[in-house]
């Protein structure tokens, strides 16, 4: 089956700085990628649509220059948290599609910003 | 704005019930409906999907679906539950043509052995 990974699995950081987490489509092309914020204990909230060679399309109330989007190939997205603060603590999920609607989730990166 | 909902937030089930888990959607047009699972420390995985055809539809692990349009549903069955099923359950509408992905809230469900 498809396999979408994400790296790094947990990162922690200091508040200010930024972090870059990845997304890459092992097995297959992905034109596009997903990118997705999951709370504890809460569902995921769609963030933004990341478009291989083009700009990133980003969800109302989602700042785009806070969270930067590039999709510079047709296996690699990246999500930069750019000027982390506390509550952008979170858990990031990427998903990409080979084929029509069925989307495979990555496992996830972990943020913690202290 | 287009919601998914899931009424059950948390369910506790013994081994050997049934299971259904309640999920609506509010949008008049045409969907494609999906349930994902997701284990503790595991990442999404898709159960079943309706797209077209048989409203009722089979997924992995013994779940099925059904479809009924005039209730904006897609509600989530299984006969018999396992302690293995414990998890978090999604359900997820896209709309007409778009990939974009709403989610409901989740449901935890916890099978006592």
């Known amino acids: 089956g498809a396999v979408v990974s994400q790296h790094p699995s947990w990162v922690i950081c200091k508040s200010g700085t930024s972090v870059k987490i990845e997304c890459r489509s092992l097995?297959?092309?992905?034109?596009?990628m997903f990118w997705y914020r999951q709370f504890p204990k809460q569902s995921l909230m769609l963030m933004a649509t990341?478009?291989?060679?083009?700009?990133?399309?980003?969800e109302q109330g989602v700042e785009k220059d806070k969270f930067l989007i590039n999709h510079a190939s047709l296996t690699l997205s990246t999500l930069t948290v750019t000027s982390a603060h506390p509550e952008d603590s979170s858990f990031y999920i990427c998903s990409a599609y080979p084929s029509s609607y069925e989307q495979y989730f990555g496992p996830g990166t972990r943020l913690t910003v202290t | 704005a287009q919601s998914v909902s899931q009424h059950n937030h948390h369910v506790i089930l013994s081994e050997a019930a049934s299971l259904e888990l309640g999920c609506n959607y509010s949008?008049?047009?045409?969907?494609?409906l999906f349930w994902y699972v997701q284990y503790p420390g595991q990442h999404l995985q898709l159960l079943l999907k309706?797209?077209?055809?048989?409203?009722l539809v089979k997924g992995i692990k013994g779940f099925e679906a059904e479809f009924i349009k005039s209730k904006f549903s897609f509600n989530l069955r299984k006969p018999s539950v396992q302690w293995s099923d414990t998890a978090e359950y999604f359900c997820?509408?896209?709309?007409?043509?778009?990939?974009?992905?709403?989610f409901g809230s989740g449901t935890r469900l916890l099978v006592r052995p």
């Open positions: 997820a509408v896209s709309m007409d043509s778009s990939y974009k992905l709403i």
């Open positions: 097995d297959f092309q992905a034109t596009t």
């Open positions: 990341s478009n291989e060679g083009s700009k990133a399309t980003y």
């Open positions: 949008y008049g047009g045409t969907v494609n």
């Open positions: 309706y797209f077209s055809g048989d409203p």
